[in-house]
């Protein structure tokens, strides 16, 4: 079982990297569809963990490792105070959204609430989602040939609070400015923190990543499982 880390920890080398993602189709065969009762069951069981997040990657991340969820809407101010070190940023912001999805929730539910930030980092300076194109340009121009840090958290609350954060490291190849205008061109940018999405066409900028390849996406898989089974939820293949 993982216990809660400070700030400055840093993630177990290898943790969700990715290793092994480019499998062919022959590596995992299809599974047959559950039967329509079991889907049925499933379903009327309620969530096992309710998520306080609208990101699509995080929803993809957790049902990747077969966890049953709904969602819960919540609003955090995600303004970094001064001289906070993105550790404990992203560690404040996760906890918090825990936290404000199980006062949103009340007394309706015994299910866990998981929330999770992910900071991009660059020379100790946090890159937030970029506010228009012009940003996201400037944000992919200071990435560009250079490493950086992705630091994520993930937090449990209900009943008791508990968080864990991860840090990788990524290597940008140099961009040209044919690159980054065709790839904010594409919108991908918009929506995420340093203004790039390593699941999509970002992939092909990067040259390297030493850490976690789904803390990068936006939930450290690892970690987030070992957290979640601390708590008694069930994931895939949990008898």
Not at 123 to 134: A, Q, S, W, Y
Not at 137 to 158: I, T
């Amino acid at each position: 079982m993982l216990e809660p880390v400070s700030a400055d920890a840093t993630a177990w080398t290898g943790a969700g990297t990715g290793r092994g993602t480019a499998v062919s189709r022959m590596d995992h065969p299809a599974r047959a569809p559950l039967p329509q009762t079991m889907n049925d069951n499933i379903t009327n069981l309620g969530p096992a963990v309710w998520l306080a997040s609208t990101s699509p990657r995080r929803r993809k991340l957790l049902r990747q490792i077969g966890v049953r969820f709904d969602l819960v809407s919540v609003a955090v101010d995600e303004t970094p105070e001064p001289n906070e070190e993105p550790g404990q940023y992203v560690i404040r912001l996760a906890s918090a959204k825990a936290q404000a999805g199980l006062a949103a929730l009340g007394q309706d539910t015994h299910a866990p609430v998981l929330g999770a930030d992910t900071a991009v980092v660059l020379g100790g300076i946090i890159l937030g989602k970029p506010t228009d194109e012009h940003e996201a340009v400037a944000q992919l121009q200071l990435l560009s040939g250079r490493s950086h840090e992705v630091y994520c958290a993930v937090a449990l609350a209900n009943p008791t609070p508990t968080a864990v954060c991860v840090t990788s490291e990524v290597w940008f190849k140099a961009l040209a400015e044919a690159e980054i205008a065709h790839y904010v061109a594409t919108q991908e940018s918009m929506d995420k923190a340093g203004s790039y999405a390593i699941q999509g066409y970002a992939a092909a900028f990067i040259t390297r990543l030493e850490g976690s390849y789904s803390a990068v996406m936006g939930l450290p898989l690892f970690e987030t499982s070992e957290l979640l089974r601390a708590r008694g939820v069930e994931l895939f293949g949990d008898a």
